[in-house]
C-alpha cells in the first residue's frame, strides 16, 4: 500500500526509471523509482507544490495549475519547487496539457465553479 493522500493522475518523466504523481490533498509532486519489475520504491517529495492535471515538459518540469500572489495561474515547476514560469489565468486552473505538432503547446482547462 503505497498511502497516497489522493491522486488523480500520473505519469512516467523522461528518465524512464521515475514515476511523478500530484497527490491533491497532500499538496505535493511525489516521485518513485520504478524498479526492473515495475515495483516501485524510494518515495519522495519531487516539488513541496499542490498538482492537478499535470503536464510534464521536454526539460523535465512539471506543468500544473495553481495560484501565483496574483491569483489562480499555470505554474511551470522544476523538481525541488522552484516556479520556473508563470501564466496567469482569469479563473481557477483545473488542468495542463502539452500538445500540437512539437508537444510544445500549452493548453490549460480553466472554469468558474
Known sequence: MLGLAYTAKSFD???PVVFVIEESFAGTLTAFDIGPDGSLSNRRVWAPVPGDGIVMDTEGAVWTPGWSEAGPACLRVAEGGEILDTIPLDRA???CTLRGED???LFMFAADW
Request: no cysteine; aromatic share 12%; glycine share 22%.
Open 13 to 15: 518523466v523522461t528518465a
Open 93 to 95: 486552473g483545473f488542468a
Open 103 to 105: 508537444g510544445r503547446t
